[in-house]
């Protein structure tokens, strides 16, 4: 970083002089990239859209309408204003635009990088829909140093982002490892012989389906406190909820809530996923409710037991779902499903250690991504402070 900033000194004590886009790149629109046509002709050239996982990979083709070292951006949705770099065969949507340096003493990298800081703040949110179309990149101006000082930046943020890339593999399968070792050893303890009692779930368990209130009636929604699970809830939030994402009204109520301490199961779409909610509630029609039944006949069962159990009832249901063009899991064979339970001493017991290895895998679920994004700013820094240039005086006088 010295040395980049050293050659800024020495070569261009005065500042740099800043272009527009429009001057140093020719700036082109993808084509309407159909998945009937990505079907008909599969080959091996990527074409790229608006997305931004897998590197914005839509498909692939046999064909290609661009070959060599090019950036593409991201014109429309929720991840306009995002940059790639490319270079290769290959082609893109009509969600990409697309720049091809035209002139010279401009490295591609380097202007990927510096687009990269400043792209976002030119996107437009007009009427909901976000965007940076054509007319508005062209204008976007940067600064252009010597051409030795952006092969140094370069240089300098290829290697932050190599080893960026490195650390997250390594804390991502460090986190791996750790829950596979917890997962093993929470099936170890959840195994029984038949010395223990076996309950169907439909004994153990009233087996209700939760349900959406009338989005058309506001009365349902509006200034609304008692809590609505979807499976957003689960993915952002985890498997033990105390609240919703979005409320309901007592109004949308049909009878009762189902009281704190039930488990609900998602036994529809995605199959397989479940949670312990700790407050009286209701969730959608995708997730199935389990609440204890009180039968003296029965035997004792400890909620949290049963939630650390419903994780192998998770798997079971996976491999037991009825194909349609919506697929749900067989509840004739769920109702029927026999789970252990053991005595009450055994299954305190065997939450006891299952809450301190979950408590193991969570500490270091947060503090792993701690560890990254701490990395990730320190390199956004560095990065800002080697793509910060001085603009020439000529450049204040055009201001």
């Keep these: 970083m010295h040395a980049a900033r050293g050659q800024v000194a020495e070569l261009c004590p005065e500042g740099v002089e800043f272009k527009s886009i429009g001057e140093i790149c020719q700036i082109n629109r993808g084509r309407v990239v159909s998945k009937d046509y990505l079907r008909d002709n599969a080959g091996e050239y990527p074409v790229y859209s608006s997305q931004t996982v897998d590197d914005g990979v839509f498909g692939s083709i046999n064909t290609c309408d661009y070959d060599g070292e090019y950036l593409t951006w991201t014109t429309d949705g929720a991840n ?4 790639f770099y490319r270079n290769g065969k290959f082609s893109i949507t009509n969600v990409c635009g697309l720049l091809k340096v035209k002139v010279d003493g401009v490295n591609t990298k380097f202007l990927l990088y510096i687009l990269a800081t400043v792209s976002k703040k030119y996107v437009s949110a007009g009427m909901g829909n976000p965007k940076i179309m054509s007319n508005v990149m062209e204008k976007i101006k940067i600064p252009i140093p010597p051409l030795a000082v952006q092969q140094e930046i370069v240089k ?3 290697t932050f982002a190599t080893l960026e890339a490195e650390l997250e593999t390594e804390l991502e399968t460090e986190l791996e490892a750790r829950r596979k070792q917890y997962e093993y050893y929470r099936d170890e303890l959840l195994m ?4 223990v009692c076996f309950v169907k779930l439909s004994e153990m368990f009233t087996m209700r389906n939760g349900y959406t209130p009338s989005k058309a009636n506001k ?7 008692l809590p609505w699970f979807r499976m957003d809830d689960i993915r952002q939030n985890g498997r033990i909820l105390t609240d919703s994402l979005q409320h309901i009204t007592p109004q949308a109520i049909k009878g009762k809530l189902f009281p704190a ?5 998602a036994t529809t779409a995605t199959i397989g996923v479940h949670a312990l909610l700790i407050a009286d509630s209701l969730a959608n029609q995708r997730f199935t409710f389990f609440t204890k039944n009180v039968n003296r006949s029965l035997p004792e069962i400890d909620m949290k037991y049963a939630f650390y159990y ?7 249901c996976t491999q037991n779902t009825q194909v349609s ?6 509840i004739g064979k769920l109702k029927n499903y026999e789970m252990p339970v053991p005595p009450i001493e055994e299954q305190r017991r065997i939450v006891k250690i299952l809450d301190k290895f979950d408590a193991l895998v969570n500490d270091i679920s947060v503090g792993l991504p701690a560890e990254l994004n701490a990395r990730r700013k320190q390199y956004e820094y560095y990065r800002d402070k080697l793509l910060t240039f001085k603009p020439l005086e000529k450049e204040y006088a055009k201001q």
């Excluded at 306009?80 to 940059?83: K, L, T």
């Excluded at 063009?325 to 067989?330: C, E």
């Design 310 to 316: 419903f994780f192998i009832i998770d798997e079971w």
């Design 325 to 330: 063009s919506f697929p749900s899991v067989d």
């Design 156 to 158: 300098i943020l290829d």
């Design 192 to 195: 029984f012989d038949n010395r």
């Design 80 to 83: 306009a204003g995002s940059i």
């Design 261 to 265: 301490g039930s488990i609900i199961m």
């Design 219 to 225: 009365d349902f929604w509006t200034n609304s406190t």
